[in-house]
């Protein structure tokens, strides 16, 4: 089990948790942006993998939600780049992919021993990212992966 405390550290001092919404279509990344803030995170949001790659290397992220169709790159790329730098930073995947797609990058981030909490469909349910989100904020994994 991770120490909470690595993972949760940029709250420590008061500050909101640190999410990034990597996702291509503008509404859906404003949409999932809109509901990490009224979760009480303070959101970043990149449209492609390189995008996200340049967030990444400005500091750690509390949390990321990940899309899997990335224009030419794949979401999946982005599991990799997380993995090469030892990301600690709790994953949802947020997807229109099939669910068995979804399930496959799932596995593949759970082989790369990322936090992966699960998925969501797309189009989000905002209430129910939300309560992932402060679920997640209290610490409460465990209610998260098991929603």
């Not at 949409?31 to 967030?55: H, T």
């Amino acid at each position: 089990m991770l120490d909470q405390s690595i993972l949760f550290g940029s709250n420590k001092d008061g500050s909101k948790p640190r999410l990034l919404v990597v996702e291509d279509d503008t509404l859906h990344r404003m949409m999932i942006c809109r509901a990490a803030a009224v979760a009480g995170y303070a959101p970043a949001g990149a449209a492609s993998c390189d995008e996200a790659a340049k967030f990444l290397l400005q500091g750690a992220f509390d949390c990321i939600t990940l899309d899997l169709t990335l224009g030419i790159r794949p979401g999946a790329d982005v599991l990799y780049h997380l993995a090469n730098i030892g990301s600690t930073a709790h994953i949802i995947i947020i997807s229109g992919r099939e669910d068995e797609i979804c399930e496959q990058n799932v596995d593949l981030a759970k082989s790369l021993n990322l936090n992966i909490l699960g998925s969501m469909q797309k189009p989000i349910d905002p209430a129910e990212l939300q309560s992932w989100l402060i679920r997640l904020k209290n610490k409460d994994t465990t209610a998260v992966a098991a929603a």
